[in-house]
């Protein structure tokens, strides 16, 4: 009896540590199936989820889906954005969130393809007109 008291008495530590390894290696294969559908729950719960463009068929451009902003590198449709002042990364901002630019980077992408220079972003309302094209953006907002 004594052996086995000495016997967990040293080895309790080791003992408890692996105790808790495997309930939790347990834990985790039992609840799998919700920690893997996680991401969707999320993305559902957000609002952000990501489809996929339908492919052309016979070389045609897919159909823009209706209320697009964007159809063949053009606004489908006036829009009218406040931006706004501080610094150029908040006033691309504001771009970003009306869907003119995806990011900073391609703002400043197209920015320094043209030849304009991205931190000379005004604070100002713009309206940029059915038809005008990343860069006829860019150049208004920098000019």
């Known amino acids: 009896m004594k052996n086995l008291k000495d016997f967990f008495y ?4 080791i003992i408890i540590a692996l105790a808790i390894l495997v309930i939790a290696a347990l834990l985790i294969i039992w609840r799998m ?3 893997m559908d996680y991401p969707k729950t999320l993305a559902e719960e957000t609002g952000t989820i990501n489809t996929t463009e339908p492919e052309a068929v016979d070389g045609e451009e897919p159909a823009a889906p209706a209320g697009a902003l964007w159809t063949g590198g053009a606004l489908t449709r006036n829009v009218t954005v406040t931006v706004q002042g501080g610094s150029a990364t908040a006033a691309v901002q504001s771009l970003i969130d009306a869907d003119l630019f995806e990011s ?3 703002f400043q992408q197209i920015c320094d393809d043209a030849g304009y220079k991205p931190e000379h972003i005004k604070a100002t309302t713009f309206t940029f ?6 860069t006829d953006i860019a150049r208004m907002v920098t000019e």
Do not use: F, L
């Not at 007109?129 to 990343?134: N, P």
């Open 104 to 106: 900073y980077a391609q």
């Open 10 to 13: 040293d080895k309790n530590d």
């Open 129 to 134: 007109s059915a038809g005008s094209t990343r």
């Open 33 to 35: 199936d919700v920690i």
